[in-house]
C-alpha cells in the first residue's frame, strides 16, 4: 500500500490540470481491485483512528491548533453521501464536524455568500466535513447564472482570500471532487428509480442538473484553475469505482493528519500525588 | 434476544424507583454474557440502522415529523463517550446531532439554563444525542449549590414542562442514566492515571466530585422522582459491564424508532415519467 502523502500527490490539481483528462474508471496509483480495496480501508481505519483520536485528546487538553477540513463537492450520485458514512462514519463522532449545504436560505442570501461557511469551520481538534460548500456559489451559480458575471468572477478571489486565512488559522484543507462519468451517474439514478426504497434520494431536479454536464464539467475545470492553491488544493478522484473514492479519501486524511502529527497531551497535574488522592478517595 | 420495547420497561423509572437498589454490576434482563452481548449489539445495528436511514428518507422528503433525543447522564468515566462511539457511532453521521454540554458559557449564564439546550434539539428526521444536559443543572447545580434553592427547585417543574413540549412536538425523548459504583470508577480512574495516553481524560476535578458520590446519587434519585414522566422516562442503566450499556442503550433507541416506524416516503413525482426523461438524457 502506498504512502498517505502519494496518493495527495498524484490526485491533487496541479497547473496545467484538465479535468477532460481524468478517466473516472480509472484508480490512479492503486494496482488492486475492489476486495483488496475494501480491506485497506479497513487498516487505514485504524490509523485513522488513532490520530483523530490524539487530535480530539488536544482539543480536550486545550492545546489542539489544528483541524483538519474535508471539502466535497461532486454531480448527484457521485457518493459524497457514501464518504461521509464509510470514511468520516468510521471515525468517534464526538471529533467530527458535519456541515450539509443547501440552496441557501432567505436569511443565508442577504449575507455574503461566505456568511454561513465561516459559521461551520471546525473548531481545533475537529475533523470538519462539508457536503457542498462555498463552491456551489460558483458552480451551479455560475451554470445557473444565479449571479451577475462579475459577482461570480469576484467569488474566486473570495474565496482563495478565505481559504487562506483559514489555513493560516491552523486548518488543513482538503478539498475533494469526486468524479463520475455520466453513463456512470445515469446508472445510479436509474437504480434510485427502480427501487422504491430509493426514491428519496431521487429528486426530477437532478436529471435537469444532467443536461447541462458539459457547462458543470467547464464551471469545475475554472473552479480548479482558479482556486487550487498551495494552501487549499484540490483533489479530484475518479469514483465510478467507490471503494477506490472510498479508500482515497481516507489516505488524504491520513495524509492531513500525519503532517499535523497530534500527540498525547502531557499531563498539567502531578501524576503521584492525583494517584494517591485516588485511591485514598 | 428479548424485544427492545421489553428492555425499555425493565429500565424505566417507574414509581417507587430506588437507585440504592440497583446493582450497577448486573444486567437486567440479558442472560448472556459479554461475547454475546458483542454479537447481539452488531445485530442491532443493522436494525438501528435501517430504522434509521427511513427516518432520515422522511426529512429528506419533506414528511418527517418525529425525532428521537438520547439524552446522557452519569459519573465520570461512567461510559457515555463509549456509548456515543460504539452506538451511536454505527448510524450514519448525516443524520445524527451530537451536542456535548460542558460547564456554561459567560453568554449562556446570563440566560435561563433552557435556553443553551433548546437550541440543541433534533430537527424531524434525526437522531440528536445530549453528552450531560439541562439535568447538570440540578446535579451539579445543587450538590455544588451553583444556584439557589428556590431556583434548583423551580427547574424541576421548567424541566417537565420544556420535555412535555418537545415530546408533543414530536421528539421521542429516552433519557438514560448510566450507573456505575464508586469502586468501578476508582478502577476507571486509576486507568487513566497509569496510561499516558489517557492522562488527558483525567482531570484532577473528577477526585472532587467523586468525594461527593453520596450527595450526587441523592441529587440523581431527586431528579429520577421529580422527571421521570410519561413523556419522557428515565432509564437506570448497570453500566459496571460497558458492553451491557452499549446494548441497553442500542435497543432504547430501536424501541423508539420501532414506535415511530417510519416509512420509505412515496415518490411525489411521476416514476415512468422521469425514467424515460432520464434515459433520453
Same mark, same amino acid.
Given at each position: 500500500?502506498?504512502?498517505?502523502?502519494?496518493?495527495a500527490?498524484?490526485?491533487?490539481?496541479?497547473?496545467?490540470f484538465r #479535468?477532460a483528462?481524468?478517466?473516472?474508471?480509472?484508480?490512479?496509483?492503486?494496482?488492486? *481491485?475492489?476486495?483488496?480495496?475494501?480491506?485497506?480501508?479497513?487498516?487505514? #481505519?485504524?490509523?485513522?483512528?488513532?490520530?483523530q483520536?490524539?487530535?480530539?485528546?488536544?482539543s480536550?487538553a486545550?492545546?489542539?491548533?489544528?483541524?483538519? #477540513?474535508?471539502?466535497?463537492?461532486?454531480?448527484?450520485?457521485? *457518493?459524497? *453521501?457514501?464518504i461521509?458514512?464509510?470514511?468520516?462514519g468510521?471515525?468517534?463522532?464526538?471529533?467530527?464536524?458535519?456541515? /450539509?449545504?443547501?440552496?441557501p436560505?432567505?436569511?443565508?442570501?442577504?449575507?455574503d455568500?461566505?456568511?454561513?461557511?465561516?459559521?461551520?469551520?471546525?473548531?481545533?481538534?475537529?475533523?470538519?466535513?462539508?457536503?457542498?460548500?462555498?463552491?456551489?456559489?460558483?458552480?451551479?451559480?455560475?451554470?445557473? /447564472?444565479?449571479?451577475?458575471p462579475?459577482?461570480? +468572477?469576484?467569488?474566486?478571489?473570495?474565496?482563495n482570500?478565505?481559504?487562506?486565512?483559514?489555513?493560516?488559522?491552523?486548518?488543513?484543507?482538503?478539498?475533494?471532487m469526486?468524479?463520475?462519468?455520466?453513463? +456512470?451517474?445515469?446508472?445510479?439514478?436509474?437504480e434510485?428509480? +427502480?427501487?422504491?426504497?430509493?426514491?428519496?434520494?431521487?429528486?426530477p431536479?437532478?436529471?435537469?442538473?444532467?443536461?447541462l454536464?458539459?457547462?458543470?464539467?467547464?464551471?469545475?475545470? @475554472?473552479?480548479?484553475?482558479? @482556486?487550487s492553491t498551495?494552501?487549499?488544493?484540490w483533489?479530484?478522484?475518479?469514483?465510478?469505482?467507490?471503494w477506490?473514492?472510498?479508500?482515497?479519501?481516507?489516505?488524504?486524511?491520513?495524509?492531513? #493528519?500525519?503532517?499535523?502529527?497530534?500527540?498525547?497531551?502531557?499531563?498539567e497535574?502531578?501524576?503521584?500525588?492525583?494517584?494517591?488522592?485516588?485511591?485514598?478517595?
Amino acid at each position: 500500500m502506498m504512502n498517505a502523502h502519494r496518493w495527495a500527490d498524484i490526485l491533487r490539481v496541479d497547473e496545467g490540470f484538465r #479535468l477532460a483528462d481524468v478517466d473516472p474508471g480509472s484508480t490512479p496509483g492503486y494496482e488492486h *481491485g475492489k476486495s483488496h480495496g475494501a480491506r485497506d480501508l479497513e487498516k487505514g #481505519l485504524a490509523s485513522l483512528n488513532t490520530l483523530q483520536e490524539r487530535l480530539f485528546a488536544e482539543s480536550r487538553a486545550g492545546i489542539a491548533k489544528d483541524a483538519v #477540513l474535508l471539502v466535497l463537492q461532486a454531480m448527484d450520485s457521485a *457518493g459524497k *453521501g457514501g464518504i461521509v458514512r464509510h470514511v468520516v462514519g468510521g471515525v468517534d463522532p464526538q471529533g467530527v464536524a458535519l456541515a /450539509a449545504f443547501k440552496a441557501p436560505t432567505a436569511e443565508e442570501r442577504e449575507h455574503d455568500f461566505l456568511w454561513r461557511i465561516e459559521k461551520r469551520l471546525p473548531e481545533p481538534g475537529f475533523i470538519g466535513v462539508f457536503d457542498r460548500s462555498h463552491y456551489e456559489d460558483v458552480l451551479i451559480g455560475r451554470v445557473r /447564472a444565479l449571479a451577475d458575471p462579475s459577482e461570480i +468572477e469576484r467569488r474566486y478571489d473570495a474565496i482563495n482570500a478565505f481559504e487562506a486565512q483559514v489555513a493560516a488559522s491552523g486548518v488543513r484543507i482538503i478539498k475533494v471532487m469526486l468524479h463520475i462519468s455520466p453513463d +456512470e451517474q445515469k446508472a445510479r439514478l436509474r437504480e434510485r428509480l +427502480e427501487r422504491p426504497d430509493k426514491h428519496w434520494k431521487y429528486n426530477p431536479g437532478d436529471v435537469d442538473e444532467r443536461l447541462l454536464w458539459p457547462q458543470y464539467m467547464e464551471a469545475y475545470q @475554472t473552479v480548479f484553475d482558479r @482556486t487550487s492553491t498551495d494552501e487549499a488544493p484540490w483533489h479530484v478522484i475518479p469514483a465510478n469505482s467507490k471503494w477506490y473514492a472510498r479508500l482515497a479519501v481516507q489516505e488524504l486524511l491520513l495524509a492531513a #493528519l500525519e503532517d499535523i502529527d497530534p500527540q498525547w497531551p502531557v499531563a498539567e497535574f502531578d501524576v503521584e500525588a492525583e494517584k494517591k488522592r485516588l485511591e485514598a478517595s
